[in-house]
């Protein structure tokens, strides 16, 4: 049996275990992952979204000015589905 594909992505569940978690802002992950910011903020943001992750928290820097950093509790581990 062929079974329909549709274009697109999903994440799928992991087997029925918690799966750690750690918090990190966007800047770091971006460092961690080696790809440029806005790359992780979108992966962060498309995570955000489906509900997968989440923003804990604002965190300002001591002397620095304008907007405090997002700060995201992110799973340490998920599963990508993807469709052609």
């Given at each position: 049996m062929v079974r329909e594909m549709?274009?697109?992505f999903e994440i799928l569940p992991l087997p029925e275990v918690e799966v750690p978690k750690y918090r990190t802002s966007a800047k770091e992950f971006a460092e961690k992952a080696g790809v440029d910011y806005a790359v992780?903020?979108?992966f962060i943001k498309y995570?955000?979204?489906m509900g997968i992750a989440k923003e804990v928290e604002k965190r300002k820097v001591a002397?620095?000015?304008g907007k405090p950093t997002n700060i995201y509790e992110l799973p340490t581990e998920l599963r990508l589905k993807l469709a052609a």
């Open positions: 549709t274009e697109g992780a903020q979108g995570l955000v979204s002397g620095a000015k």
